[in-house]
């Protein structure tokens, strides 16, 4: 796998990046919209519940939480608008 990061990334973007490549490596995304959907939510509660391990800011903790919050609304439009 390839992974690209933006010049200067943050530990959270690391880890997600990594957790993302594990994800594709394990089958976990056959590439549909849910199914992206779903794995960014995965990879957000898994920064979460590492934050520490992964010795993530308050800024990126806070960061990913809104990504989880958003991604998760995403995916609940998305099942109410049929798939």
């Given at each position: ?16 990046e990594l ?16 199914s992206r ?7 957000q ?29 995403e995916?609940?439009?998305?099942k109410?608008?049929?798939?």
């Open positions: 796998s390839i992974i690209l990061l933006k010049k200067n990334p943050g530990r959270a973007s690391v880890f997600e957790i993302h490549a594990t994800q594709y490596k394990n089958g976990e995304n056959d590439g549909s919209y849910e959907l779903k794995c960014e939510i995965a990879a509660k898994k920064l979460i519940r590492n934050r520490k391990a992964y010795k993530l800011t308050q800024n990126e903790v806070k960061q990913t939480e809104q990504a989880l919050i958003a991604y998760e609304d995916l609940n439009k998305f109410q608008g049929g798939k």
